[in-house]
C-alpha cells in the first residue's frame, strides 16, 4: 500500500494542505513504479493523465494532437522513470517532460510543408460558439484564444491557471522567476479578456444587425395603408 505517502524532500507540509498531500502521494507512485511496482505505475499513469492532456492539448493549441502527445509523454516518462530522484513533485517533473514532447512536436510540424493556413481564430471562435447562449464553451473556443497568445505566456497560463499549479513549481518547470511567470501570466489574462470583448462586441454587432432587420420587416404597413398595431413588430418609437 502506498498511501498514505511519506513527505517528498525540500517541500514544507501544511496542515489541511490538500494539495500537497496529493502531490506526495503522487511521488510516492513514482518513485515505486521506478522499482517496477505495476500498481504503482498504473496509479501515477491515472493520476496525471487528465492533467497532461490538458497541458499539451492547450500548450500545442491543437486538441487534434492532445492524445498522442500525452501517450508520447508517458512512454518518455516511463523510460526515464530510472533517472527519478523526487527532488521535485512528480507532477513537475512529468509536465516538464511534457513540454518537450510539445516543443518536440512543434518543431517537427514546423520542418513539414504545410498544405493548408490556420483558420482565422476569430472564424473557429465562431464556429464553437453555442447557439443562442452568451460566453464562449470552454473546450474549442478557449484552445483558440489561447493559440493566439505567445508561446512563454499560453505556457505560464495554462499552468498556474488551468492545470492549477503553483507559481513557483511553474517558474522551475519554465526556467524563470516567478515574478516573469507572474508577469506572463497578467499580461495573458489581459490579452485573453481583450479577444474576448472584441469577440463578444462582433457577436453583439451581428445579433443588433439581426434584430433591426427584422424590426424593419415589422414595420411593413398594414392593408390599407395603415402602420402596424402597437406589439406587431413595431418599433417602440413608432407606438408614440
Same mark, same amino acid.
Given at each position: 500500500?502506498?498511501t498514505?505517502a511519506?513527505p517528498?524532500?525540500?517541500?514544507?507540509?501544511h496542515?489541511?494542505?490538500?494539495?500537497?498531500?496529493v &502531490? #506526495?502521494?503522487i511521488t510516492?507512485?513514482?518513485?515505486?513504479a521506478?522499482?517496477?511496482? =505495476?500498481?504503482? !505505475?498504473?496509479r501515477?499513469?491515472r493520476a496525471?493523465?487528465?492533467?497532461v492532456?490538458?497541458?499539451v492539448?492547450y500548450l500545442? *493549441?491543437d486538441p @487534434?494532437?492532445?492524445? &498522442?502527445?500525452? @501517450? &508520447?509523454t508517458?512512454?518518455r516518462?516511463l523510460g526515464?522513470l530510472?533517472?527519478f530522484?523526487?527532488?521535485?513533485s512528480?507532477?513537475?517533473?512529468l509536465?516538464a517532460i511534457a513540454?518537450?514532447?510539445v516543443?518536440d512536436?512543434?518543431?517537427?510540424?514546423?520542418a513539414?510543408p504545410r498544405l493548408?493556413?490556420v483558420?482565422d481564430?476569430?472564424?473557429?471562435?465562431?464556429?464553437? @460558439?453555442?447557439s443562442?447562449?452568451?460566453?464562449?464553451?470552454?473546450?474549442?473556443?478557449?484552445?483558440d484564444l489561447?493559440a493566439?497568445?505567445?508561446y512563454?505566456?499560453?505556457?505560464a497560463?495554462?499552468?498556474?491557471q488551468?492545470v492549477?499549479?503553483?507559481?513557483?513549481?511553474?517558474? #522551475?518547470l519554465?526556467?524563470? =522567476?516567478?515574478?516573469t !511567470?507572474?508577469?506572463?501570466?497578467?499580461?495573458?489574462r489581459?490579452t485573453l479578456?481583450?479577444?474576448l470583448? #472584441?469577440?463578444e462586441t462582433?457577436?453583439?454587432?451581428?445579433?443588433?444587425?439581426a434584430?433591426?432587420?427584422?424590426?424593419?420587416?415589422?414595420?411593413v404597413a398594414a392593408?390599407g395603408?395603415?402602420?402596424?398595431?402597437?406589439g406587431?413588430g413595431?418599433?417602440?418609437a413608432? *407606438?408614440?
Amino acid at each position: 500500500m502506498i498511501t498514505p505517502a511519506p513527505p517528498v524532500p525540500g517541500r514544507p507540509r501544511h496542515p489541511g494542505d490538500t494539495a500537497v498531500s496529493v &502531490d #506526495e502521494s503522487i511521488t510516492a507512485w513514482a518513485l515505486a513504479a521506478r522499482s517496477g511496482d =505495476p500498481d504503482a !505505475v498504473e496509479r501515477f499513469v491515472r493520476a496525471l493523465h487528465r492533467d497532461v492532456v490538458r497541458y499539451v492539448a492547450y500548450l500545442s *493549441a491543437d486538441p @487534434q494532437a492532445a492524445d &498522442d502527445l500525452a @501517450q &508520447d509523454t508517458f512512454l518518455r516518462a516511463l523510460g526515464s522513470l530510472h533517472r527519478f530522484e523526487g527532488r521535485c513533485s512528480a507532477r513537475t517533473w512529468l509536465l516538464a517532460i511534457a513540454r518537450r514532447a510539445v516543443v518536440d512536436s512543434l518543431r517537427y510540424a514546423a520542418a513539414r510543408p504545410r498544405l493548408s493556413d490556420v483558420p482565422d481564430w476569430r472564424l473557429a471562435v465562431e464556429r464553437a @460558439q453555442p447557439s443562442g447562449l452568451p460566453g464562449f464553451d470552454d473546450g474549442v473556443a478557449l484552445l483558440d484564444l489561447l493559440a493566439a497568445l505567445p508561446y512563454e505566456r499560453r505556457e505560464a497560463f495554462v499552468l498556474t491557471q488551468l492545470v492549477g499549479l503553483p507559481y513557483a513549481e511553474a517558474a #522551475e518547470l519554465s526556467g524563470c =522567476p516567478v515574478g516573469t !511567470v507572474r508577469s506572463r501570466v497578467a499580461r495573458a489574462r489581459a490579452t485573453l479578456m481583450a479577444l474576448l470583448a #472584441e469577440t463578444e462586441t462582433v457577436t453583439g454587432t451581428e445579433t443588433g444587425a439581426a434584430a433591426g432587420t427584422g424590426a424593419a420587416a415589422g414595420t411593413v404597413a398594414a392593408p390599407g395603408g395603415a402602420a402596424p398595431p402597437v406589439g406587431s413588430g413595431a418599433p417602440a418609437a413608432l *407606438a408614440a
